[in-house]
């Protein structure tokens, strides 16, 4: 099965369950000789967020709109009130989701109001706009940047309270998903401190099953999204994510079980369509 395909499909499921946050993205331009998918690990190429995206979404812009912005910007940087400067950010932040329509944009500037603000429930709010596109995003050189950005601002939520075990797992998520370092159990070891103690946490079990799904791990993603299940039974993303273990694992029986159950679950046209097909040929 072409990993195109995989990807087709996983869109179209992840989809439904609300993974896609804000707006349109930035496809932004590399320099780099390797693809994502020449099959080697390649140290990601970093971001800059005004020379890469802010000069990429300015070009899209009339001009009035991008003078609008610079005004904007201008305030911010004349004032030390921070409660100008958070209302700034936030100005800022809604052009972006309304007028401009672009994620990254809106979540960094959401991000910066909530460093100013420093409450857990901001901090909070902006990491997971990052996380969720962070888990719905392919590209190498965005994960590290989303993850980065996600990083900052759950260590700031830690630090208020230490006790939030969805800050941990989503800061694991980020060493996990976001090319932060050369060694994984960097990010897995403080969530399995979470399941051990909570065995029902959907979320860290979510995030263990994916990650052992991306090392190749199949049968302890498995395992993981199973216990996903037994919590909530209809979890179509942990459903999927089980027949697509099966079938990358080679396991047809099982997997054609478990997109019979995804196909059940999903209300889009195009995610049954696509789970279909790929039943039917996994009986062939």
């Known amino acids: ?46 971001i800059d967020f005004k020379k890469n995206i802010l000069a990429e979404a300015y070009a899209k812009l009339k001009p009035e709109q991008v003078q609008r912005l610079n005004n904007l910007e201008e305030s911010v940087a004349k004032t030390d009130d921070k409660d ?37 429930k901001s901090l909070t709010f902006a990491a997971r706009l990052f996380l969720n596109r962070l ?14 950005n996600a990083k900052v601002l759950l260590e700031k939520s830690l630090k208020i309270n230490p006790a939030n075990d969805s800050s941990k797992i989503g800061l694991g998520a980020c060493y996990i998903f976001g090319n932060l370092s050369n060694n994984p159990m960097e990010g897995i070891l403080p969530i399995r ?5 909570d065995p029902g946490n959907v979320y860290g079990q979510m995030v263990l099953g994916l990650g052992g799904k991306k090392s190749g791990q199949y ?3 498995i395992e993981r999204f199973q216990a996903v299940l037994k919590v909530d039974p209809t979890n179509v993303e942990a459903v999927f994510h089980i027949a697509e273990s099966f079938d990358l694992k080679g396991d047809k029986a099982n997997a054609i079980v478990y997109y019979e159950k995804a196909k059940q679950l999903v209300n889009i046209p195009e995610a049954k369509a696509e789970l279909t097909k790929r039943i039917e040929e996994l009986k062939k």
């Open 1 to 46: 099965m072409k990993k195109q395909h995989y990807i087709i499909i996983a869109l179209s499921v992840l989809a439904c369950v609300g993974l896609y946050v804000g707006g349109r993205t930035i496809p932004l331009k590399s320099n780099s000789a390797h693809s994502a998918d020449d099959g080697h690990d390649h140290a990601p190429e970093k």
């Open 84 to 120: 100008q400067q958070i209302h700034v950010f936030h100005q800022l932040a809604r052009f972006w989701k309304d007028s401009g329509q672009l994620f990254e944009p809106y979540a960094y500037y959401t991000s910066e109001a909530a460093k100013l603000e420093n409450s857990e």
């Open 135 to 148: 888990m719905a995003t392919g590209e190498p050189t965005m994960q590290n940047w989303l993850a980065s």
């Open 193 to 197: 401190e979470v399941v051990k103690k």
């Open 219 to 221: 049968d302890k993603a």
